[in-house]
Nanobody, 119 residues
Framework: QVQFVESGGDLVQPGGSLTLSCAGSGSIGTMNSMGWWRQAPGKEREFVARVTLGGDTFYADFVKGRFTISKGTAKNTVYLQMNSLRPEDTAVYYC?????????????WGQGTQVTVSS
């Protein structure tokens, strides 16, 4: 069973920055890709970004130029650096290993971490 623990969410003002962290654990080797998703109140979960084991990165259009995904040095860890945050970025952020090409999560979702962008 694979588990994900996300952290780093907070209340931040518009234009601010946050860095989210995620660690995956369980009976699995090194994941060949990890990613971030988010779910705003009343909306479906949506893909945000993913990074492959080789370091290739892919982003949803709405975060390009503002968010940066990176792999951690520890196995199955991933980060999301978020800059120029907007109120519409408010959501619970989740990590997982993405199924390509559907970009759904391959494993059960964790609790997520709440990001609130508000003045």
């Amino acid at each position: 069973q694979v588990q994900f623990v996300e952290s780093g969410g907070d209340l931040v003002q518009p234009g601010g920055s946050l860095t989210l962290s995620c660690a995956g654990s369980g009976s699995i080797g090194t994941m060949n890709s990890m990613g971030w998703w988010r779910q705003a109140p009343g909306k479906e979960r949506e893909f945000v970004a993913r990074v492959t084991l080789g370091g290739d990165t892919f982003y949803a259009d709405f975060v390009k130029g503002r968010f940066t995904i990176s792999k951690g040095t520890a196995k199955n860890t991933v980060y999301l650096q978020m800059n120029s945050l907007r109120p519409e970025d408010t959501a619970v952020y989740y990590c997982n290993s993405p199924h390509v090409p559907t970009l759904g999560g391959r494993f059960a979702w964790g609790q997520g971490t709440q990001v609130t962008v508000s003045s």
